[in-house]
């Protein structure tokens, strides 16, 4: 099975934090993604990867970063935390051949900005 | 971008009771996914499906592909308590990347005893 983990379930932060998330997956698989998760909006995509050091912008890039710096590892960074960027994030990853390959999700990390 | 639309946003029901939901889009897919996320858990995949016309079962799950490539729909039969959760359609282009992935809003399915 595919394990995609992150490493914070839980997190809490103050406004103007550096906050970094972190995210590994065990399949190989070429695709990462970051989404946040808000009441009534859905999963809304922030930046994807293909590739390690590759990485390109979703629909809600703003505020946000990624870092691929390894397969399997894909990092999303709130630059100075804002309330508004309190929610859900998952990270999720899929192979980049076959045919219209599945997104496997993590568990989710509740970020909470005071 | 493509939207799709996922009907009922929530739906209250008996246990036992047989329950269908499902997505539509004004635009063509490939595959269609179907997920189930569990509260303070992510989406897990339930069934994919890759072709027009396609049935497919997962235990007590049901879904279909439509014959258009423009909808789908997601059964569950005699619903369970541990049936809980948000129910996620997603649909992928096959343009390659987080760019032909859609998905829906959601349906929050609660089960009364």
């Known amino acids: 099975d595919v394990k995609v983990t992150q490493s914070s379930r839980y997190l809490v932060k103050r406004t103007g934090e550096k906050v970094f998330l972190e995210c590994v997956q065990d399949m190989d698989h070429e695709n990462m993604f970051w989404y946040r998760q808000d009441p009534g909006l859905g999963l809304r995509l922030i930046y994807f990867?293909?590739?390690?050091?590759?990485?390109e912008k979703g629909d809600i890039p703003e505020g946000y970063s990624v870092s691929r710096e390894k397969k399997e590892r894909f990092s999303l960074i709130l630059e100075s935390a804002s309330t508004n960027q309190t929610s859900m994030y998952l990270c999720?990853?899929?192979?980049?051949?076959?045919?219209?390959?599945?997104?496997?999700f993590g568990d989710g990390t509740r970020l909470s900005i005071l | 971008g493509q939207q799709l639309n996922q009907s009922p946003q929530s739906m209250f029901i008996q246990e036992g009771e047989d329950v269908s939901m499902n997505c539509t889009s004004s635009?063509?897919?490939?595959?269609w996914l179907w997920y189930k996320q569990d509260p303070g858990e992510g989406p897990v995949l339930l069934i994919a499906l890759y072709k027009a016309g396609e049935l497919t079962s997962n235990g007590r799950l049901t879904a279909q592909f439509g014959i258009t490539r423009k909808d789908s729909f997601l059964n569950i039969s005699a619903s369970i308590p541990s049936d809980v959760g948000i129910y996620f359609c997603a649909g992928i282009t096959g343009g390659g990347g987080a760019d032909g992935l859609t998905f829906g809003k959601g349906t929050h399915l609660i089960i009364q005893p």
């Open positions: 635009s063509i897919f490939n595959t």
């Open positions: 990867s293909y590739d390690v050091k590759m990485k």
């Open positions: 999720a990853s899929s192979r980049l051949t076959g045919p219209n390959q599945p997104q496997h």
